[in-house]
């Protein structure tokens, strides 16, 4: 653009904004410039890092898991460009599928920091710290999983199929399958993980729901043309997105967990206090997204394969 024309589109935006061209220009002249500490907020940034512990592996951990909520949150962002699009082209459909199956194959690759990268004296050590504190209460994650499928794809799958596609918010946030990690069964009492939980993202997961239905991607890609959903590459997009999430991301923190907290009898009580060893692994939990693209015996053998 020329410069009479980038001044003359400058007037006009003000104008038609009732604000002074001239004030706008001269505070220009004021104006500090920018650096790359202001821009990413760098200080605010390497400010988060607090650890409970002496332990130097704690600051791995923390570090981690904050670079994972970094990534839940672009993974967010990008489902939103495709669940608020009145109508998605198949093109822009897959240009986001392909941008969020990325971040979720970097947060499966990077999983090894956990799994190899802290010493277990270390973790076994400043893990006391944080009970009953948990992974599991990462209300991102939760939110991934409600704007990528149907509610019903996350109903804890032993009642699954008394629940239609049409159930109440409160109904399916009490069948949600990740309450089976935060109630005692010996006592009938949600575990004090669920109830922290709950008391501050209850609310905000229920306006979240009724926000994803009918626009979640699961639904988004049935409302694409007959013959894109047809379209064998964007059915391997979607594949790949869901084995992704719901079994290698998740048998990759499962192993890491078996590291830490140990094998089948000798295993350590998690700091949220759940069944881990049970309630972590994919062919118990049947997390599926878009089941209507597997074949009965990929859905049979769920997590197994
Ligand atoms: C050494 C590292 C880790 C261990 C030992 C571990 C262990 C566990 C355990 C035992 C649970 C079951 C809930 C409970 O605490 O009772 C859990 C849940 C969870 N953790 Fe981790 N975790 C680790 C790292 C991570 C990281 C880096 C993330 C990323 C944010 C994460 C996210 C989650 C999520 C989302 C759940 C709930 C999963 C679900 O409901 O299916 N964890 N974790």
Redesign the pocket.
């Known amino acids: 653009m020329k410069k009479e024309e980038i001044l003359r589109a400058i007037e006009n935006k003000y104008s038609e904004l009732g604000v002074s061209t001239e004030a706008m220009l001269e505070g220009l002249l004021w104006s500090k410039p920018i650096t790359y500490w202001d821009y990413i907020q760098t200080d605010a940034l390497l400010g988060l890092q607090i650890p409970r512990t002496t332990e130097p592996d704690e600051m791995v951990?923390i570090m981690?898991?904050q670079v994972?909520?970094l990534l839940f949150k672009m993974i967010l962002w990008e489902i939103d460009q495709v669940a608020k699009s009145i109508e998605i082209a198949a093109e822009k459909f897959s240009k986001h599928l392909t941008r969020i199956s990325r971040y979720f194959d970097m947060l499966c690759s990077s999983f090894l920091v956990?799994a190899e990268g802290?010493d277990v004296e270390q973790?076994l050590k400043f893990r006391n710290t944080l009970t009953p504190a948990?992974?599991?209460q990462?209300a991102q994650?939760r939110k991934v999983e409600f704007a990528s499928t149907e509610l019903i794809n996350l109903i804890d799958s032993r009642f699954r199929d008394q629940f239609n596609e049409n159930l109440s918010f409160q109904k399916a946030y009490d069948h949600l399958y990740?309450q089976a990690?935060g109630k005692n069964y010996s006592t009938g009492q949600k575990t004090t993980?669920l109830k922290l939980f709950e008391k501050k993202y209850m609310g905000e997961f229920i306006d979240f729901m009724k926000d994803y239905r009918g626009c979640n991607l699961s639904e988004k890609f049935k409302q694409l043309p007959k013959e894109t959903q047809k379209d064998k590459g964007l059915i391997n997009a979607m594949r790949h997105y869901d084995y992704t999430v719901n079994v290698k991301w998740?048998m990759a923190?499962y192993n890491?967990?078996g590291k830490?907290?140990g094998g089948d009898e000798t295993a350590l009580e998690?700091?949220?206090?759940?069944n881990?060893r049970k309630?972590?692994h994919p062919k118990y939990?049947r997390r599926i997204f878009f089941p209507y693209l597997w074949s009965q015996e990929e859905l049979k053998s769920w997590g197994t394969f």
């Open positions: 951990f981690y898991h994972n909520e956990m802290m973790y948990s992974g599991f990462s994650y990740w990690a993980l998740v923190h890491a967990a830490y907290l998690a700091t949220g206090g759940s881990w309630y972590l939990q």
